[in-house]
C-alpha cells in the first residue's frame, strides 16, 4: 500500500479531486477568502526584522503560510504540535498552505514564535480589523441593529492553595516565592479568575462580542477574565457607528448604569427586560420581550459555531496577553468561515 508521501503527480491529483468532491472546507475558506488583504499588516508589523535580514537572506517561511496555519490552528482548536502533524499528514492542510508534498513543513516552534511575535507587535487586533474594513468597504455589514452578548472560555486550572488564591485576588500579582522559581512562575496564570453561573463553575477568560443582527458577524470584542459582569464591557463594544441602530441583548446589560451607556451612545434599547420580587413584568413587557428575543437570540448562535464546530471554548495559554491574541484569532478564524458560508468576499 503506498504511503501518501510516495504518490505520483497523477495519484496526487486525482487525491486533490477527490478531496474536492468530497467538499473539502478548508478548499471553501480558499476560494471565498482574498489572503492577500492581510499580507500589508503582517509585513508592516515585520519590516524591521526583515530590514536586518537582507544580508542573510528571507526568513525560511513566508508569513502568510504562518498565518494561515494559524488559522487552521483555531479552526480545529490544536496545540502547535498537533498543528505540525496535521500539517505533515493531511492532504487538505498542505492544499490550503499552498505546500507540496516535498516542500518543508514549519514545526511547532516556529508557529509558537510566530504568533508570540504577532502577539508582541500587538497585531492580531489589527488584522481583526483589516478583515472587518473590507468586508465594511463591501457593504456586507447590513448596520440594521447590533447584538452583544459573552461567552466563557475556560483556561488550564490552576493548582493552588487558598493563600495563593487570595494573594492573586487581592493584587493581582504572583506570590514572592514563585518569582524565585522562573518555571514555576511561567506555568502560573495570575489574570484568570474563577466564576459561577448557573450552579456551573468556570476558570478562565471571558470573549465580549457585539455582532452584527443580520450577517452575525462579529464587529468588536473584548477579552476580560472570566468574574467580570456581562454588562461592564457594553461601553467598550459600542461604537459611533452604532448611532441610531437597535441594540439587542439579554437582560444581564439592564440597570441605571446600563440606560446612562445607551443613552451616550445614542442606541436604541432593545434590551431583554427584567422582572422583581415585588415588581413583576407586566403581560405588554413579555410580549415585548418575546419580540426582542426572536433577534437577539442569533448571538448565541456565534457562540455556537465558535464552541461546537471550532472547539473554542477551551485555550491552552497563561495569561490574559496571550489569551486575548487565541481568541482575537478565535473571533477572525470565526468571521472567515462565517463570511465563506454566506459567500460574501
Not at 457593504?139 to 475556560?154: I, L, R, T, W, Y
Not at 452604532?242 to 437582560?251: H, T
Not at 448565541?300 to 490574559?320: A, W
Request: glycine letters at 4%; hydrophobic letters at 35%.
Amino acid at each position: 500500500m503506498k504511503n501518501i508521501n510516495d504518490l505520483g503527480l497523477f495519484d496526487d491529483h486525482f487525491l486533490m479531486e477527490k478531496l474536492t468532491k468530497l467538499g473539502d472546507p478548508l478548499q471553501k475558506l480558499d476560494k471565498f477568502i482574498n489572503w492577500k488583504i492581510f499580507e500589508s499588516p503582517i509585513y508592516e508589523a515585520f519590516k524591521n526584522e526583515d530590514r536586518d535580514l537582507s544580508k542573510g537572506g528571507r526568513p525560511a517561511f513566508n508569513r502568510l503560510i504562518l498565518f494561515k496555519a494559524l488559522i487552521i490552528q483555531s479552526l480545529y482548536n490544536l496545540s502547535d504540535d498537533q498543528l505540525e502533524y496535521q500539517i505533515v499528514d493531511r492532504a487538505s492542510f498542505k492544499r490550503f498552505l499552498d505546500l507540496k508534498k516535498s516542500d518543508k513543513v514549519p514545526d511547532s516552534k516556529t508557529f509558537w514564535l510566530f504568533r508570540e511575535q504577532l502577539i508582541e507587535k500587538d497585531v492580531i487586533k489589527g488584522l481583526f480589523r483589516t478583515f472587518n474594513e473590507t468586508l465594511d468597504a463591501a457593504g456586507v455589514f447590513a448596520n440594521e441593529g447590533k447584538m452583544v452578548d459573552a461567552s466563557f472560555v475556560e483556561a488550564p486550572r490552576q493548582r493552588n492553595t487558598r493563600e495563593e488564591n487570595k494573594h492573586i485576588k487581592e493584587t493581582g500579582t504572583a506570590p514572592g516565592e514563585w518569582k524565585v522559581k522562573p518555571h514555576k512562575l511561567a506555568q502560573k496564570d495570575v489574570d484568570a479568575r474563577w466564576t459561577k453561573k448557573n450552579n456551573a463553575t468556570f476558570y478562565g477568560y471571558k470573549n465580549h462580542v457585539k455582532a452584527d443582527t443580520k450577517t452575525k458577524l462579529i464587529e468588536e470584542y473584548l477579552v476580560t477574565d472570566a468574574s467580570v459582569h456581562d454588562s461592564q464591557a457594553m461601553e467598550q463594544l459600542l461604537t459611533e457607528k452604532d448611532e441610531g441602530q437597535p441594540l439587542y441583548a439579554d437582560s444581564a446589560y439592564t440597570g441605571e448604569d446600563q440606560e446612562t451607556v445607551y443613552k451616550k451612545k445614542k442606541v436604541i434599547n432593545k434590551i431583554i427586560e427584567k422582572g422583581y420580587r415585588n415588581k413583576p413584568l407586566t403581560e405588554e413587557q413579555k410580549a415585548n420581550n418575546k419580540e426582542k428575543s426572536r433577534t437577539r437570540v442569533r448571538v448565541e448562535h456565534v457562540f455556537g459555531f465558535v464552541e461546537n464546530s471550532m472547539h473554542g471554548s477551551i485555550i491552552r495559554t497563561i495569561g490574559i496577553v496571550r489569551a486575548t491574541a487565541k481568541i482575537g484569532l478565535m473571533n477572525l478564524t470565526y468571521n472567515i468561515s462565517r463570511c465563506t458560508q454566506l459567500k460574501i468576499v
